[in-house]
C-alpha cells in the first residue's frame, strides 16, 4: 500500500491568466485563452487537493502577471526554508518579489540567488537529492546555491528539447524514493545519471510527456494528473499509485499543467 503524506500547497488564481508573449514553444499570441474555464479547472485542482486531505494556500494574483498562476515557478521549498526564483524572462521577473513577500509574511527564511533559477520548475526533490534541470532556464551554477542553501546534494541534469523547456515538465517525484520521467528530454548522460539513481523508475512515452502527464503532483499515493496522458495513468496504476485525473488543458496554451500551478510548502 502506497503511503500518503499530508501537503500544504500554495497557489494562484488565474484571474489574468492569459498568453500575452512566447517564451516557450507551447505559447502562441495568436491562440485564445478562455479565462474562466482556466478558472474552473483551477478550481477544480484546489479542491481535489482538499478532498484528498492537503492544505491549500492562495496568493492574490495582480495584473500584467499572466503567468503568475504559475506558482511552482517561484521558489523551491525545502525543510522550512525558501530559495526563491531568479526569473530568466524579463515579463516573469516581477512574479518573484510577489510570492517572497508572501513567504517572508508566513514567517520563511529566504535565499535569494544570485543566477538565474526557476523554482520547482526546475528543482525537483527527490531520492534525497535536488534533481535540478538546466539547459533552457535555470542555470547550474544555481544549482550550487541550492545545495550550499538547503545542504542537499543537487545532481544536475540536462534538457535538451525545448519542449519540455523546465525539468518539472519530463520529471516528477513519486514519493520520497522513486520518480517517473521522459527519458527522450534529457542529454545521454543525464539519462544514465537517472538510470543509475532510479532503477525502478516509472518511464512515460512522449505522448504522456506532451499531454503534461509528468507534469503531475503526487501524495506518495494518490498522482494528481492530466487524464490525456493514458498510458502513463496505465503504469502508475500498476505500480499501485492512485491516478487522479484533473483536466487542465486550458494551461497547456502557456505550457503548464497541474505541477506548474501547484509550489509545495515543505515543512521540517
Known sequence: MRVVRPRRYLTC?????????????????DVP?????????????CRTYRDLGHTVDTLEPVAGLPDMVFAANAAL???GRVFRSRFHSEQRRPEAALYATW????GFDIHEPESVCEGEGDLVPAGGFILAGTGFRTTVPAHQEAQEFFGVPAVSLRLVDPYFYHLDTALFALDDENI??????FSPGSREVLERLFPDAVIATRDDATAFGLNSVSDGRHVVIAPQATDLIGRLAERGYVPVPVDL???RKAGGGAKCCTQEVRVP
Open 13 to 29: 488564481e488565474p484571474r489574468f491568466f492569459d498568453v500575452k508573449y512566447a517564451i516557450n514553444p507551447w505559447m502562441r499570441e
Open 33 to 45: 485563452v478562455d479565462t474562466a474555464l482556466a478558472l474552473t479547472q483551477w478550481q477544480s485542482l
Open 77 to 79: 521549498v525545502l525543510k
Open 103 to 106: 513567504f517572508k509574511d508566513a
Open 180 to 185: 517517473a520521467y521522459y527519458p527522450g528530454a
Open 249 to 251: 488543458s486550458e494551461f
